[in-house]
């Protein structure tokens, strides 16, 4: 059974650089795509970044491109994204999930997923 674990999050200020990781279990991580989602207070869950199974193709979307990426290492089973230049819109619960397709967006694709982590950024 597949499980995720995040970890990594915490209170930052602006401007401010923050790595969370993700641990996968109970699984051959490079079938997977991994996908980081974040839900603010009182908005929807909604995609932040994703890579590939085999890390070859790694997208930010909206307002993470330019200070969001994502790396993976399927032997140690981890994939962190690296936060920089944070802001205080970014504060939120971010999730990590697992996808059986190659590389996707939608959260809709994604079946497993981890308990979240909270990043909280103070202006």
């Known amino acids: 059974q597949v499980q995720l674990v995040e970890s990594g999050g915490g209170v930052v200020h602006t401007g401010d650089s923050l790595s969370l990781s993700c641990a996968a279990s109970?699984?051959?991580?490079?079938?997977?795509?991994i996908g980081w989602f974040r839900q603010a207070p009182g908005k929807e869950r909604e995609a932040v970044a994703c890579?590939?199974?085999?890390?070859?193709?790694?997208y930010s979307v909206g307002s993470a491109k330019g200070r969001f990426t994502l790396s993976r290492d399927n032997y140690k089973k981890t994939v962190v994204l690296q936060m920089n230049d944070l802001k205080p819109e970014d504060t939120a619960v971010y999730y990590c999930?697992?996808?059986?397709?190659?590389?996707?967006?939608?959260?809709?694709?994604?079946?497993?997923w981890g308990q979240g982590t909270q990043v909280t950024v103070s202006s």
């Open positions: 999930a697992a996808s059986l397709k190659y590389v996707t967006r939608l959260e809709a694709d994604y079946g497993y």
């Open positions: 109970g699984v051959f991580l490079d079938e997977y795509a």
């Open positions: 890579t590939s199974s085999d890390g070859g193709s790694t």
